[in-house]
């Protein structure tokens, strides 16, 4: 069972940037594909970014052309580089692995974008 561990969330004000890290315990290539979700306050948790086995990725359309998800498979690890931060992007970031229906998740890291 893969374990999933995100970092790199932090405090910042609009229009700036962070890259999230998500450092998994095993080859991510032995999954369909790694996420990147987040959960707003009082939200349900939303897909922002994936990228799949073939290295393919898609956005949701709110982030398209802000994020850009990427990984180094000699380091087992996922980013999330975010540009252009906004208030609404504010919430809990969590890494996503997927093979099939079968799902394991970080446990989260907090992005606060505020003035």
């Known amino acids: 069972q893969v374990q999933l561990v995100e970092s790199g969330g932090g405090l910042v004000q609009p229009g700036e940037s962070l890259r999230l890290s998500c450092a998994a315990s095993?080859?991510?290539?032995?999954?369909?594909?790694m996420n990147w979700y987040r959960q707003a306050p009082g939200k349900e948790r939303e897909l922002v970014a994936r990228i799949n086995v073939g290295g393919r990725t898609t956005y949701a359309e709110y982030v398209e052309g802000r994020f850009t998800i990427s990984r180094d498979g000699a380091q087992n690890t996922v980013y999330l580089q975010m540009n252009n931060l906004k208030p609404e992007d504010t919430g809990v970031y969590y890494c996503?692995?997927?093979?099939?229906?079968?799902?394991?998740w970080g446990q989260g890291t907090q992005v606060t974008v505020s003035s």
């Open positions: 095993e080859n991510i290539f032995n999954y369909n594909d």
């Open positions: 996503n692995a997927r093979i099939l229906s079968r799902n394991w």
